[in-house]
């Protein structure tokens, strides 16, 4: 037999987080945190998918490569997100000279 | 070189297990090219669904006001009905790929509807949904109308917050913006629904693989491959509720 | 040759069309990307014959619009991502490592057909009018005024997308799983590496053209806004989305060849790359630092000072590992027993072609120099040097490597040369006049130029017509070689890699017992310097 085999009561207690958290984020939309509702809510969900990728599709029991993978393409995301964002984010800082209007 | 879990002795040459392809050495192998090729394929749905997260963050910080009145005008109860039928048909496929590893055929077979009626009612869901914003106008394109539910007349005195005189210009931008909204709304959930659909249909091939006996605790790997991508549409999911459904309802 | 190799194991069309075969299935690719080639060949043809002369006089500029915009979307998608890993990478990966096939050979024969159905698509936009957007599909012309085929168009790049990621994602795999006992990853071929490096970015990049389509069509076909300024949607998001695979897609197409070239070297030098760990890691580097330098194509599209900076400083650095390379071929070289065969002489091509063309993008990297050349024939013949005198020069010199390995035979040595030459001259005379150009005003993407232009395109036309002779004169040796040519035995160039320890052609398992390896790459006998008489 290969691959790890989890407890049932493993799988029980993770889908039992996920709905707590759940609830907690549709809770958490009905107060004004400002800012924070964002930070608050993408925190939610990646714990959330943290807990799916970790125990339901068993990463926790997989080999180095395996994690390494999950982590890549997260990391390729956010270069596509963060270097997008530092042109958008950017452009109100400069007046560009003349030759370039 | 992977070592095979059994060792020699199970694995002669007289004694290969039926799965095993010929350029594979041991099964063993043969699992975690799989594994690694499913991550893999996964890794590209990151960032495929990822294009579509970089354009919604780019309009959400652009036109804050637009999005929080698109958002707030889709029925909540929808969408948090669908996140539970949705992790709830990740827990039964979690658990379809337990009964498989432990040789349980009728449970596996069980869990794996589960999982795909589940899905079916998500799906279900959307098609209420998609019906309702139909009727509002809300469907992106030439037919688009923005009118907060409630107020079925467009234009400056309808669709707005009551307490503050709006220009024109506003209230064509709010037009506008969102419309952009729905567009990254039908374009995300769209492409998730068009994933569901193709997880489901991969289950009942699986299903009827399982029902036929095909799977064991040696040789489980297409459930488990199933497995991982019904997950990774709900993880999509996990992520598409919060930022399409509760931008800001305070 | 060996009685029963994999070219007749089975017979039939069904056995080739179902076949799960990488050799056969690199065949079949090799067969397709040609049609390809000659087809973004004949785009060019109409190209070079409209600017032989200033004025808009062979065609309307619509029409020439078609020509440029099919020339690039059939020489980027359909020929050279595909080109060396649908080919060589496919054909030689496999006994490279030690291995039967490659992880899923049903993936593989899928990768294939998907790449056939993309072409149809784009086959049908081509025989229903064309489309004329530019390769770049850049909104909101492609979304909304464009009233040609681009929908047709862009589904058949969406569809050959996949079969790019399928081809990444086999490749790593089988890199990752299938190598035999004692082939560690430092005992690997540096085309294997180089290979790998591709892989990576067609399976991190592919995805986001493959979302900016769809986005693209949904606007199209369903007037979506996402990109559409005149509601509040953002054009330039559209070029951001776009580049993000489109930069790191150009070294998806040298990267491979890059691999082809550290085996020429080697082999044709008769010693081991100088550098080897160096030259391994810097495939990595250059497929992990291409993810990061995209915004350089849009340095005059309005993004903010501060971000062209920091994308011009990360395109300088991407530079680096490819110079790595070239320092460590020319160390290889040097004191190395040198000749000039035919896979030799596009290698030589190479170095220089490559080198002119990577120096080139600096100037392009540069902020200054960018604003005065970008959209001009300087940019033209930048990425020409690398894509042509690069990538296309790594494949004929890495076809003309394997051949006798794949079909067991070796074509004329006379001809082939002849070929070489002409290539590269016609090349230099097609491409180099555009650097001038370029420098000099003249816009790319344009059917008419002002007469003080003309003598540079007049000279850039005819070398396109000796290169067009280079390119058709293989077609003819090689083909006449499967029937006439001198029967090649395992290893007729004395070169080093599991693949020459196969028959030629090899048999369908490649090998009948897996290797066990145990020696280091590029082993040759003793290197005997030559004598140097002192009076």
């Known amino acids: 037999m290969f691959g790890h085999v989890s407890p049932l009561k493993v799988y029980i207690g993770i889908f039992a987080a996920l709905m707590v958290l759940t609830v907690v984020t549709i809770l958490v939309a009905y107060v004004d945190l400002g800012e924070m509702n964002k930070v608050v809510a993408m925190g939610i969900a990646s714990f959330k998918a943290t807990l799916v990728v970790l125990y339901f599709m068993h990463v926790k029991y997989s080999s180095r490569l395996t994690k390494l993978i999950v982590v890549s393409g997260f990391f390729f995301l956010a270069i596509l997100l963060t270097l997008t964002m530092a042109d958008y984010g950017s452009r109100q800082w400069v007046n560009p000279p003349a030759i370039l209007q | 070189m992977h070592a095979d879990a059994h060792g020699h002795a199970g694995h002669g040459h007289g004694a290969q297990h039926p799965a095993l392809q010929h350029q594979f050495e041991t099964m063993g192998q043969q699992k975690e090219a799989a594994v690694l090729g499913m991550w893999a394929f996964l890794l590209t749905e ?192 996990i992520y598409l509720f919060p930022l399409l459904y509760l931008i800001d309802r305070s | 040759m060996p009685a029963t190799h994999y070219l007749n194991n089975g017979h039939g069309l069904a056995s080739w069309l179902l076949t799960k075969d990488h050799k056969r299935i690199a065949i079949m690719y090799l067969i397709t990307i040609s049609v390809f080639f000659f087809l973004g060949g004949l785009m060019a043809a109409g190209i070079r014959l409209e600017l032989a002369t200033p004025e808009g006089d062979f065609v309307q500029s619509d029409t020439y619009n078609k ?174 989305l776009f580049w993000f695979y489109s930069h790191p897609a150009v070294y998806i197409m040298i990267l491979p060849a890059l691999g082809v070239q550290s085996e020429l070297i080697a082999n044709f030098s008769k010693k081991k790359i100088f550098g080897y760990s160096f030259v391994a890691f810097s495939s990595l580097a250059i497929a992990v630092f291409g993810f990061i330098v995209w915004a350089h194509h849009m340095f005059v599209s309005g993004i903010s000072t501060y971000a062209a900076m920091v994308f011009s400083f990360l395109s300088f650095s991407v530079a680096i590992p490819s110079a790595v390379k070239v320092f460590n071929w020319t160390a290889t070289l040097y004191r190395g027993a040198i000749s000039f065969e035919t896979p030799m002489l596009y290698a030589y091509g190479f170095m220089g072609l490559f080198t002119i063309g990577g120096l080139t993008g600096l100037f392009l990297a540069t902020l200054g120099t960018d604003i005065h050349m970008h959209d001009t024939y300087f940019v033209v013949a930048h990425f020409h040097y690398i894509m042509v005198g690069g990538a296309i020069m790594g494949y004929m010199g890495g076809l003309h490597f394997w051949w006798p390995k794949m079909v067991g035979r070796m074509y004329s040595e006379f001809l ?54 280079g390119y058709l004169l293989p077609v003819v040796y090689l083909l006449w070689s499967l029937k006439h040519g001198e029967v090649a035995g395992p290893n007729p160039w004395g070169a080093s890699g599991l693949e020459w320890q196969m028959t030629s052609p090899p048999p369908t398992e490649n090998f009948p017992v897996t290797p066990r390896v145990t020696t280091e790459p590029y082993e040759f006998t003793p290197h005997v310097p030559r004598e140097i008489k002192v009076v």
């Not at chain 3, 294997?192 to 990576?200: D, E, K, N």
């Open chain 3, 67 to 240: 020509f440029f915009t099919l020339h690039g979307v059939i020489m980027v998608f359909f020929f050279l991502i595909p080109s060396i890993p649908a080919t060589l990478g496919n054909f030689l990966i496999p006994p490279m490592i030690g291995a039967k096939d490659l992880a899923f050979p049903r993936i593989n024969l899928l990768s294939y057909y998907i790449y056939l159905l993309g072409g149809v698509f784009t086959i049908y936009a081509i025989v229903a009018g064309g489309v004329d957007t530019g390769w770049t599909f850049y909104t909101p012309y492609s979304a909304a005024a464009s009233n040609t085929n681009v929908i047709p168009t862009a589904l058949g790049v969406f569809i050959a997308g996949f079969s790019s990621i399928l081809t990444g994602l086999n490749f790593i795999v089988t890199i990752h799983r299938m190598r035999a006992p004692g082939m560690t990853w430092f005992r690997l071929p540096l085309f294997v590496w180089a290979h790998y490096a591709t892989s990576l970015i067609q399976v991190l990049g592919t995805p986001v053209i493959a979302i900016t389509i769809v986005m693209l069509g949904v606007e199209r076909a369903f007037g979506f806004g996402i990109f559409d300024p005149s509601r509040g949607g953002d054009p330039v998001l559209f070029q951001h």
């Open chain 2, 46 to 237: 990151v960032l495929f669904f990822g294009g579509l997260f970089m354009a919604y963050m780019l309009y959400r910080i652009w036109y804050p006001d637009a999005f929080v009145a698109a958002s707030t005008s889709i029925d909540l109860k929808w969408g948090a009905l669908n996140t539970v039928v949705l992790i709830g048909s990740s827990l039964t496929m979690a658990l379809a790929v337990r009964a498989a590893q432990t040789n349980q055929r009728k449970a596996t077979v069980n869990w794996l509807i589960l999982t795909m009626v589940l899905g079916t009612v998500f799906l279900g869901v959307k098609v209420i949904e998609y019906a309702d914003k139909f009727e509002h106008h809300h469907v992106p394109g030439p037919n688009f109308v923005w009118a907060e539910p409630g107020h079925e007349a467009a234009g400056a005195d309808a669709g707005t917050a009551s307490d503050h005189a709006v220009s024109a210009q506003e209230a064509a931008n709010l037009q506008n913006h969102t419309q952009i909204f729905f567009s990254l709304y039908f374009t995300m959930t769209g492409l998730h629904a068009l994933h569901m659909i193709i997880g489901i249909g991969i289950m009942l091939v699986i299903t009827w693989q399982a029902y036929s006996g095909r799977f064991s605790s040696e040789y489980y790997t297409p459930v488990e491959m199933t497995g991982l991508y019904w997950h990774f549409v709900d993880i999509v999911w």
């Open chain 3, 416 to 469: 082939s040369r002849i070929a070489a030459i002409l290539i590269f001259v016609g090349f230099n005379l097609t491409f180099f006049p555009q650097f001038i150009l370029g420098y000099n005003g003249m816009p790319r993407r344009y059917h008419a130029y002002p007469d003080e232009f003309q003598v540079l395109n007049v000279m850039s036309s005819a070398g396109a017509t000796v290169l067009g002779f």
